[in-house]
């Protein structure tokens, strides 16, 4: 939790920053898409990033796989060489890690 915490402070200070610049620059936004659309917070990908690091190898590899880029677990237990029930299981363990590590 402490990388959380020494995240969360570089990000404030960072958006102070870009906020002060901004009114200096009459800029609404600075290097970051329009509020409109954007659907998650710096802070929840920082967060999101620290959980994911925190899975084991093949867990992170399926979470990726399957949920980002939408491969199918079939494909995805082909390249691993295991069957797709046990990569259905890493997806779930992973999955209930990631839950409880965003609570």
Do not use: F, W
């Given at each position: ?7 969360n ?72 060489n ?22």
């Open positions: 939790m402490d990388k959380i915490r020494q995240a402070k570089k990000l404030l200070r960072h958006e102070r920053y870009l906020k002060e610049k901004d009114a200096k620059a009459h800029v609404t936004h600075y290097g970051i898409d329009p509020p409109e659309t954007v659907n998650i917070s710096i802070m929840e990908l920082i967060e999101l990033k620290l959980a994911l690091s925190e899975l084991n190898t093949t867990e992170r590899y399926i979470v990726q796989s399957n949920i980002v880029k939408k491969v199918p677990l079939k494909k995805i237990a082909n390249e691993l295991l069957s797709v029930r046990t990569v259905s299981r890493h997806k779930n363990s992973a999955l209930q890690t990631l839950r409880e590590k965003l609570k």
